[in-house]
């Protein structure tokens, strides 16, 4: 058995004294660069003013079966601060934590929240809860009920430490996941090696295909925060930012508003491939259910179909999030143009293929389509070029 540097009866102690408390971690945004959520990590503040870290009692806890017990008394006290800087905080701003693995198998868990949302006034949406990715291997029924449960709730649902070596990527598409949190190890490796890097690259582009939200744990230096904004990374966390903050400190943090902004070309690089995948996948199903007499394959094809909608569709959601300052705002509204006129030719191609026109009206829309596609891709680049000299032409 493991040692611990407490014992139980000191944790039931320090639950019954209220000694355990929430120190707060922002999480900012790679699209403003201003923060954007927070992270709410367990302390114990002891009665001569020491602070034991989560690590020197959490697996104690929940070793002995306690953990259910602190979750119970935290939650009240997690809702009690958010609604004590939410006057701070943006529509979208959300507060995550961290869930065990017999948190998820509670069955009262989701009640707990319910309740605690009311009696506060808090919606949902305001809170994501974090599971690791040893909670899922194996996940039973029970515990995947639960975090739907919770998910049905609007609470946002956050696969923490991804990469860790434990998941499984069906994970990903079977549960309700919106955030994925990259571990702090890949993090911190991107700069060693290109292969490393590589590796942080194509995980924020899983994360992206799959319409994910991403926050690159562990990020404590300038470098690793410059790569990160070039992957495409939609939010960080770090030392590099801010360390865990008791929450008066943490209130301050949020009036002052701090900014870390870089140009985020990397998102801009992205939005080129969803728009090049867009424009791969609207013509093969087109093509296939024009052609394809096996009208299960047909269903098949229009369930593959990207977001018809210009708003959206992944580049219609990075063009709505665009922060306008990097740009000239022309050539913004002339992006805008030819996107929407692009989304009018797919819908035109699709309702074609569907009604089974002639393969030469289909091939003619197909090369208006395309025609569209290489002006939009061009006004996108020029975009994203002059852009990025501008930045640092700053610097």
């Known amino acids: 058995m493991a040692e611990h540097p407490v014992a139980l009866v000191d944790i039931c102690r320090a639950l019954v004294n209220q000694e355990l408390v929430y120190y707060y971690q922002p999480i900012i945004s790679l699209i403003t660069g201003k923060i954007c959520a927070a992270e709410a ?10 602070i034991l870290l989560p690590g020197e009692f959490i697996p104690l806890a929940e070793e002995k079966g306690l953990i259910n017990d ?25 507060v ?27 919606s949902s949406s305001r809170v994501c809860a ?114 865990p903050l008791p929450l008066e400190d943490f209130q301050k943090l949020l009036t002052n508003q701090p900014s870390w902004s870089e140009y985020p070309f990397g998102l801009e690089y992205l939005a080129q491939i969803d728009h090049i995948d867009f424009r791969r996948d609207i013509i093969r199903e087109a093509l296939t259910i024009h052609t394809n007499p096996d009208p299960n394959a047909r269903k098949r094809a229009l369930k593959r179909l990207p977001d018809l909608d210009p708003d959206s569709c992944l580049m219609g959601k990075w063009f709505n999030n665009i922060n306008w300052q990097w740009h000239e705002k022309a050539d913004l509204e002339e992006l805008n143009k030819l996107h929407q006129i692009f989304h009018d030719k797919s819908r035109l191609l699709m309702s074609a293929a569907s009604k089974n026109q002639t393969r030469t009206e289909i091939n003619k829309l197909i090369d208006e389509l395309t025609e569209i596609s290489l002006q939009l891709m061009d006004n996108l680049q020029n975009i994203s070029i002059i852009g990025i000299q501008n930045h640092y032409e700053e610097d």
């Open 96 to 122: 995550s934590v961290n869930l065990s693995e017999k948190d998820i198998t509670d069955d009262s868990l989701s009640t707990i929240f319910e309740r605690e949302f009311s009696q506060n006034g808090i």
């Open 41 to 50: 990590l367990i302390r114990w503040k002891k009665e001569d003013e020491s």
């Open 130 to 243: 974090e599971i690791t990715e040893k909670v899922f291997m194996p996940l039973n029924e029970k515990g995947a009920a639960n975090i739907f449960k919770l998910s049905d709730q609007g609470i946002k649902i956050a696969l923490d430490d991804f990469s860790a070596g434990h998941s499984t990527l069906e994970n990903l598409t079977n549960l309700p996941i919106s955030v994925l949190k990259l571990a702090m190890k890949i993090t911190q490796l991107a700069p060693s090696t290109r292969n490393d890097f590589r590796l942080l690259r194509h995980l924020v582009s899983l994360a992206h295909q799959l319409n994910l939200d991403t926050i690159a744990e562990g990020v404590e230096t300038k470098e690793e925060f410059n790569l990160l904004t070039s992957t495409g990374c939609t939010a960080t966390q770090g030392f590099y930012f801010s360390h």
């Open 70 to 94: 602190i979750t119970r008394e935290m939650l009240p006290v997690l809702m009690k601060d958010i609604r004590t800087f939410i006057p701070q905080l943006e529509p979208d701003f959300y």
